[in-house]
């Protein structure tokens, strides 16, 4: 199984932060990565697939970067609405992990 | 557009079984794959397994192997989630998401609103 190695599992930013969450795989996943937010109760929602693919209707200030095993999602310039739980997720192969998940709090 | 509904909360007792439902609409049923995912409270997510609307094949996480089944009615375009043997362990919000797939790429695109799933004695 690929193991997906999340970090940092929180961290705490103001509004107008740079953040960088990166997530790292056990093997080879070439670009088979995507990134999802979730809130509060809410369902999963895709923020970038194929590792720096912007899904539709997200925000610029969302970007992800990186192939192989070493990924990264950035959000050049937190707002209020940013400030919830990011995953990531290969697709490589079965099982398709997550990774353990970045909380993203308010300084 | 593409709608995905599960079916509503079970509480259950330990050693019993759940079946969760996940209706589609808005798309072609067998076109794409159904995963499940779930999570326990305060936790992060869990791929549970993933099941292909098309054929009904399947792939299960190895942690549930014998105690899980996804199945699909294609008449009725719906996934099915049947968790045996439940312990405390397996309470928890379980989803339905279907797949999509770009440049070679899937990604769980479309998500159910949520099935909780509380077992206790």
């Known amino acids: 199984d690929i193991q997906m190695t999340q970090s940092p599992s929180s961290l705490s930013a103001s509004v107008g932060d740079r953040v960088t969450i990166t997530c790292r795989a056990s093997q080879t996943i070439v670009r088979h990565l995507n990134w999802y937010q979730q809130t509060p109760g809410k369902a999963p929602k895709v923020l970038i697939y194929a590792a720096s693919t912007l899904q539709s209707g997200v925000p610029s200030r969302f970007s992800g970067s990186g192939s192989g095993t070493d990924f990264t999602l950035t959000i050049s310039s937190l707002q209020p609405e940013d400030f919830t739980t990011y995953y990531c997720?290969?697709?490589?192969?079965?099982?398709?992990?997550f990774g353990q998940g970045t909380k993203v709090e308010i300084k | 557009q593409v709608r995905l509904v599960q079916s509503g909360s079970e509480v259950k007792k330990p050693g019993a079984s759940v079946k969760v439902s996940c209706k589609a609409s808005?798309?072609?049923?067998?076109?794409?794959?159904i995963s499940w995912v779930r999570q326990a409270p305060g936790q992060g997510l869990e791929w549970m397994g993933w099941?292909?609307?098309?054929?009904?094949?399947?792939a299960y996480a190895q942690n549930l192997q014998g105690r899980v089944t996804m199945s699909r009615d294609t008449s009725t375009s719906t996934a099915y989630l049947e968790l045996r043997s439940l312990r405390s362990d397996d309470t928890a919000v379980y989803y339905c998401a279907r797949e999509a797939e770009f440049g070679g790429v899937v990604v769980l695109f479309y998500w159910g609103q949520g099935t909780l799933v509380t077992v206790s004695s």
């Open positions: 099941i292909s609307a098309h054929n009904g094949n399947t």
């Open positions: 808005g798309y072609t049923f067998t076109t794409y794959g």
């Open positions: 997720q290969q697709t490589y192969s079965t099982p398709k992990t």
